[in-house]
């Protein structure tokens, strides 16, 4: 049975249209990402799009319930592509699509003459969000429903007509609203703020899950400096209501401010324990598999490790801020997989010991380690390792980790790796 938090958590992301205030509206639930709809006097605007045209033309449907004026105007918090991508069913061009002078994806096709390995980047992306399981399985994306359309997934995409360069107050349609630069999860970043509603909209600078610090699809490095830098920002506006890109708005603004600054304490207690660590000499394992978020910060539900992990920003933290070197001179030569597993396996006596040993192990981190060890040396163990992965995802509480689990043992089932 999947962890009993990580389905609970799946009420974040249950399908809804949430009302924030008087023509102001959030669809939650209809795809990854949530989108947001503000009324003005002749006209609307979208904030985000989805992920795909499917999603954003169930969206549109559910929003021409509630007002059927015509979206004059489009703003993206940021690039990702789950944030952008039905641009082309809520406008037909005619609307101007505002967004951050930085705005730039890691999910967005560059310049072809770059050189990236974007066929790791597809693949580890596939198995995070678990693209290739059944919706059973796909219980949680961690940030979004696993159940959702994915019919013209990427394909709605219309770039921004309007890069804004600083923060600045704009009119939409007699509504006031703030574009504030914020960055967090992206350098482009960019929230927009309703003053007279009090209500921020963040984009996924915040969301109901420990924040994803490092992506496993692979990311650049994510500025945790910077991202509690906004977190602050954003708690001191005074916001009563807070719509995020993922997961249920957060209403009230005793709430709204301890979810966001509880966030950012969290984060700066990433950087100062991994970087205590690091002062003391500690190896990076050392490192990422002691520490914990404290007490205070842990019964936080918002803080559970849904989405982002906490062992996993700590790596992402050293490494971006010191490099893959960790201090200790035996790292700085290395050796290849077959080299160190046919050492290992003569340590324990031969190949068939070393076996043994892993059928035996109780310790399913252990026992993967100890099945690629066996791998690279022609054992068979591909069901063994199928079957450790499988219940490694059943205990899991982050959702991409359970998914990776989970498709890389679909991977190996149907002989694909």
């Keep these: 049975m999947p962890n009993p938090d990580l389905v609970a958590h799946s009420s974040q992301t249950a399908r809804d249209i949430i009302e924030l205030d008087d023509g102001i509206w959030t669809a939650v639930g209809y795809a990854a990402s949530n989108v947001h709809l503000i009324e003005g006097l002749n006209s609307a605007t979208i904030i985000d799009t989805s992920e795909s045209t499917r999603a954003a033309q169930n969206i549109l449907a559910e929003f021409r319930k509630c007002s059927s004026k015509p979206i004059s105007r489009i703003i993206y918090t940021h690039s990702h592509r789950d944030h952008i991508s039905g641009a082309t069913v809520f406008s037909d061009g005619g609307a101007a699509i505002h967004a951050s002078h930085k705005f730039s994806s890691d999910l967005i096709a560059v310049d072809g003459d770059a050189i990236a390995p974007n066929k790791a980047l597809a693949r580890r992306t596939r198995a995070q969000f678990g693209m290739g399981l059944s919706p059973e399985e796909r219980i949680s994306l961690g940030c979004g429903p696993g159940d959702r359309p994915m019919e013209g997934l990427g394909a709605g995409f219309r770039a921004p007509t309007v890069l804004e360069v600083e923060d600045r107050h704009i009119d939409l349609d007699g509504l006031s609203a703030d574009l504030i630069h914020a960055p967090g999860e992206t350098d482009d970043h960019m929230v927009v703020w309703l003053p007279d509603r009090k209500i921020l909209f963040c984009g996924d600078n915040w969301y109901h899950a420990f924040p994803n610090l490092y992506a496993i699809r692979g990311t650049p490095y994510r500025d945790f400096q910077a991202w509690a830098d906004s977190l602050s920002l954003l708690a001191d506006?005074?916001?009563?209501?807070?719509?995020?890109?993922?997961?249920?708005?957060?209403?009230?603004?005793?709430?709204?401010?301890?979810?966001?600054?509880?966030?950012?304490?969290?984060?700066?207690?990433?950087?100062?324990?991994?970087?205590?660590?690091?002062?003391?000499?500690?190896?990076?394992?050392?490192?990422?598999?002691?520490?914990?978020?404290?007490?205070?910060?842990?019964?936080?539900?918002?803080?559970?490790?849904?989405?982002?992990?906490?062992?996993?920003?700590?790596?992402?933290?050293?490494?971006?801020?010191?490099?893959?070197?960790?201090?200790?001179?035996?790292?700085?030569?290395?050796?290849?997989?077959?080299?160190?597993?046919?050492?290992?396996?003569?340590?324990?006596?031969?190949?068939?010991?070393?076996?043994?040993?892993?059928?035996?192990?109780?310790?399913?981190?252990?026992?993967?380690?100890?099945?690629?060890?066996?791998?690279?040396?022609?054992?068979?163990?591909?069901?063994?390792?199928?079957?450790?992965?499988?219940?490694?995802?059943?205990?899991?509480?982050?959702?991409?980790?359970?998914?990776?689990?989970?498709?890389?043992?679909?991977?190996?089932?149907?002989?694909?790796?």
């Design 237 to 417: 506006l005074g916001a009563e209501v807070l719509a995020p890109g993922h997961t249920r708005p957060v209403f009230g603004r005793r709430n709204v401010h301890d979810v966001l600054t509880s966030t950012r304490d969290a984060i700066l207690h990433v950087m100062r324990y991994t970087a205590d660590a690091m002062d003391a000499g500690l190896s990076m394992d050392d490192i990422a598999s002691s520490i914990t978020l404290p007490d205070h910060l842990a019964d936080k539900p918002w803080l559970k490790e849904f989405y982002g992990k906490v062992s996993w920003s700590a790596r992402a933290y050293a490494v971006g801020t010191l490099g893959w070197y960790d201090g200790n001179p035996t790292n700085l030569g290395t050796l290849s997989t077959e080299s160190r597993a046919r050492q290992m396996a003569e340590l324990a006596g031969g190949a068939d010991a070393l076996e043994v040993a892993a059928l035996a192990a109780v310790d399913l981190q252990w026992k993967l380690e100890l099945l690629d060890h066996l791998s690279v040396l022609g054992k068979d163990v591909v069901q063994e390792k199928i079957k450790t992965l499988r219940t490694l995802a059943e205990s899991e509480i982050n959702a991409t980790a359970r998914n990776t689990y989970l498709s890389e043992a679909l991977e190996l089932t149907s002989g694909s790796k």
